[in-house]
């Protein structure tokens, strides 16, 4: 194991990819000038910095898919991706169907997000559903830098074009990585990040923390909070999210993203959809707001659902079900 | 070559654009039936002739909306072209893309692109391919777009892109002066897109786009030039869209005598009239080009036809890759 940060374990994920496989590219607004070990190693055909045109960038991505290349492209900030909707969307993610298989798009497009740096909504934006929703496309963001190493290095090597979101308040976080350089994490497969029995706190990408610290909370009042870390949205793990149901009957969901059609919803209606006969409790959804990211360091933090919020949620559940004992038992 | 050799490949270009108008007015009848309507390129018929008969296998095509035309010259088989419109199995792409999106991965074509400018948003990234060593080496991309992609922001990040990266890639603007339901005039100032493209520095060509001779010339050298030193070219094939934007289309809103002056320069007569004159040709030979063209295109139809509807089941076949040994 070796201790490094969650940048740190994006480069060198991307270093071991292009040393295995010479059609992996690298792609990007300063791209080589940041990186100028891997414009050593693998030449400057293979990282390249581009204009500032994420349109043309993206689409130039999707085409070298389609032409045997496998692309990386580093996209900055997630509300850039506005701009390669077009390629991303109505493209990389529609033409395997649309040619009846002919053709294939394994590309990865990089970019960061979240609350942490004041930097404002035009630089913070969770997005992420707006992509899961999209047919074609597989969307991640880890929390860890094991994560993000291993789901990287696995999302160059799938044959579909991945959107991976680093949570931009993770990036100096740093973590235990293996060194075996064939360590992956598979995409689809969320994490248990913590073990309980009492309720489930399913969560992503910064919140996962949070969530963390909540259950750590909550054992205080002999409350077993089990934690799982979704790591890959799209495809989405559901069998271990319904496997923790089962167990815990009670659901809270967190994300800095908001709500309204959000991984949260999903979850809420994946709860309800296979696990109703679980559920002891309404499941709970604790999100940002449906409001722009702000760049007060005060407004940022009071988006962000705290470790409290999630701890009150968790015994206003299980006040529910006592409430409903007691009303079961008096009529 | 030989004057009889000349002669015998404008026989065939002429013989490839007499086989487009046939499947484009038979896809016209067929809409008037029920199928699906298309967007046909009658009236252009020399840009797609001329353009990819100066490509060879090993290069790449990518196009629009406007698409006949271009699979067609390229050797496309119509029958296929025509299941893929009616969503049949024995379509290029299993009837997923109709006549919209079809690409034909072993013809080269990668893409027809309904979004307009999505061509020319991918179109660098198959080039950069090509010369970063996938595909056939010397492999050059083409790309055909409309007046109206050139009034897309991609247009101008595509050019840019191609040259900064010197890509091996011809970008072939087909100026047919509408944009759907808007006259270019409304849209741009007049020689705009040969002047945009020069910005960019790019070798620009602006060629009358129905005579097929002409394109045919004017395509061979720049195919020549991208070959000899791997830099985009850029030509604007100047023409009309002879018919609606999409079928159908009563075209109420073109003023009658343009249509009319465009009408007097139909391609195929053109092309017809020149070998007529030469003797390449004579009256009756050109009688039984069109016949067989015809014939082709109704054993197309009798093909498409027959070919099975897709099984509901499929629907949600090739969204994903599956993940095979490389994982
Ligand atoms: C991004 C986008 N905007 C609008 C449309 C609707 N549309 C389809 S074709 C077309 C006209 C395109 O004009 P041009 O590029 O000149 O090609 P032409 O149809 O003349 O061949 C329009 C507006 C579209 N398909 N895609
Ligand atoms: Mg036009």
Redesign the interface.
């Known amino acids: 194991m070796t201790r490094m940060t969650i940048e740190q374990a994006i480069h060198q994920a991307l270093a071991e990819e292009m040393q295995r496989d010479e059609r992996v590219l690298l792609m990007g607004e300063g791209v080589a000038t940041k990186r100028r070990d891997l414009v050593q190693a693998f030449g400057a055909t293979r990282v390249r910095n581009t204009p500032l045109a994420e349109a043309v960038i993206a689409g130039t991505a999707v085409g070298a898919a389609a032409s045997g290349l496998r692309p990386v492209i580093d996209l900055l900030f997630a509300p850039f991706l506005a701009y390669a909707m077009d390629a991303l969307v109505n493209s990389a993610g529609k033409l395997r169907y649309l040619s009846g298989g002919q053709f294939e798009f394994p590309l990865v497009a990089l970019s960061m997000t979240g609350s942490g740096w004041c930097v404002g909504a035009q630089h913070n934006h969770n997005l992420e559903a707006m992509f899961a929703h999209a047919p074609g496309l597989k969307v991640v963001m880890p929390s860890t830098a094991a994560d993000v190493k291993g789901l990287l290095k696995a999302a160059i090597r799938d044959n579909n074009p991945v959107l991976f979101f680093t949570d931009l308040a993770l990036l100096h976080q740093e973590g235990e990585v293996p060194d075996d350089s064939a360590h992956r994490v598979p995409l689809g497969q969320a994490a248990v990040r913590r073990a309980g029995t009492d309720v489930t706190l399913v969560s992503y990408a910064k919140t996962v923390e949070v969530c963390l610290q909540a259950a750590a909370q909550l054992q205080g009042q002999g409350i077993a909070a089990e934690v799982i870390d979704l790591r890959t949205l799209k495809p989405l793990d559901e069998a271990t999210v319904l496997n923790s149901l089962r167990k815990t009957g009670r659901l809270v969901v967190v994300t800095e993203a908001s709500g309204l059609c959000g991984m949260a919803a999903e979850l809420a209606a994946l709860a309800a959809t296979r696990a109703f006969d679980a559920l002891r409790a309404p499941v709970v959804r604790l999100t940002g707001p449906d409001a722009p990211g702000a760049s007060s360091w005060v407004l940022e933090q009071a988006a962000l659902p705290s470790a409290d919020a999630v701890v009150q949620a968790v015994q206003g559940m299980r006040a529910e079900v006592a409430v409903g004992r007691e009303a079961l038992a008096a009529s | 070559m030989s004057a009889g050799g000349m002669a015998t490949d404008a026989v065939r270009r002429l013989e490839a654009m007499l086989l487009i108008r046939a499947y484009e007015e038979k896809l016209v009848e067929l809409q008037r039936s029920g199928a699906p309507g298309t967007c046909t390129s009658v009236g252009q018929e020399a840009c797609a002739v001329g353009v990819v008969g100066a490509l060879e296998a090993r290069d ?1 095509i ?1 196009t629009n909306h406007r698409s006949a035309g271009h699979l067609i010259a390229r050797g496309a088989d119509p029958g296929r072209l025509m299941a893929e419109v009616l969503g049949r199995v024995d ?7 109709g006549s919209l ?1 079809i ?3 072993k013809l080269g074509v ?2 027809t ?1 309904t ?1 307009v ?2 061509e ?11 010369k ?1 060593g ?2 056939e080496p010397g492999g050059i991309v083409a790309v055909f777009f409309g007046d109206g992609a050139a009034c897309e ?2 247009f101008h ?2 050019l ?2 191609a040259v ?2 010197q890509l091996p890639l011809l970008f072939v603007c087909e100026n047919n002066d509408w944009q759907a339901f808007v006259h270019r005039r409304e849209t741009m100032p007049d020689n705009a897109i040969a002047d945009w493209a020069a910005g960019h520095g790019l070798p620009v060509a602006t060629v009358d786009g129905n005579d097929v001779e002409a394109v045919h010339a004017a395509a061979r050298e720049a195919v020549a030039a991208i070959r000899a030193d791997g830099q985009p070219r850029f030509l604007e094939l100047v023409t009309y869209r002879l018919r609606g934007h999409f079928e159908p289309d009563d075209q109420a809103y073109v003023d009658p005598a343009e249509l009319a002056r465009w009408q007097a320069r139909d391609p195929l007569h053109g092309q017809a009239d020149r070998l007529l004159a030469q003797g390449a040709l004579d009256a009756d030979e050109f009688a039984q080009l069109r016949e067989q063209a015809v014939a082709r295109i109704e054993a197309a139809v009798a093909f498409a036809q027959a070919s099975a509807w897709p099984g509901p089941r499929t629907l949600t ?8 040994a ?2």
């Not at chain 2, 379509?91 to 893309?97: I, V």
């Not at chain 2, 179109?123 to 950069?128: C, F």
């Not at chain 2, 076949?317 to 095979?324: D, K, L, S, T």
């Open positions: 790449r990518l379509g290029y792409c299993g009837g997923r893309s999106h690409s034909a991965k990668v893409l692109s979004i400018g999505g020319l948003s991918m179109a660098p990234g198959v080039a950069l391919a090509q970063m996938q595909g922001g991609i990040e595509s840019n892109l900064q990266w076949h090739h969204v994903y890759a599956e993940q095979g490389h994982s």
